[in-house]
């Protein structure tokens, strides 16, 4: 099943600073056999309700040495679920690559994210399981899981299953990455990089 793309306006002025800009896709992995499933709702929805695309200008010295926490680089979504679930996230490529010069890199782990309930369903571990809650998890080229099933159950629809995703930029917080961006010498350049949110039936 491909993932459901979502695209903005992704244009940023390029001077001496950095631009790096995460556009989410959606991935729902469904194995529940569909006479499981109470008509008219899917057994595994996600929906971004804002924040399809997310972006950090670099454009202040601070910016490089101390990163950028979260100054509204925000990702509200919603998971609906007739089963227990888990979320993962990963990034699409294996390294940042410069738009204007494919040469310069830099590393995935730049990014974390730390997850934020505003649902019903409890993510202290009660209903659900909530590894992104007291620091970030870098973004990795491969699967990490933010969000699983706690002790109960984490079914549910609508205000059960809300969170707001907060993405942070060379913060060097949680496992991110412990350079600075300008320890690291990063070139100016604008970096695009798409973000897969991985929705499926737990385990």
Known sequence: MKPERFYLARGCYMGNKICITLLLLILALNN???????????????????????????????????????????????????????????????IFYGGNNPTNQMELNNVGLVVVSTGTNQDDGTNIINYAKAAPLALLGSDITLLTKGALSNKGYGISNAFTLNWEMGTRRGNMNNQSLLEQLVASDTYNLNVILTLSVFP
């Open 32 to 94: 529940i056999k569909s006479q499981d499933i109470p008509p008219p709702n899917p057994s595994l929805t996600i929906s971004i309700v804002s924040g399809y695309s997310v972006n950090f200008n670099f454009d202040e010295i601070d910016e490089y040495k101390t990163g950028i926490l979260n100054a509204g680089q925000s990702t509200f979504v919603r998971i609906g679920a007739v089963t227990d679930w888990k979320l993962q996230f990963s990034a699409d490529q294996a």
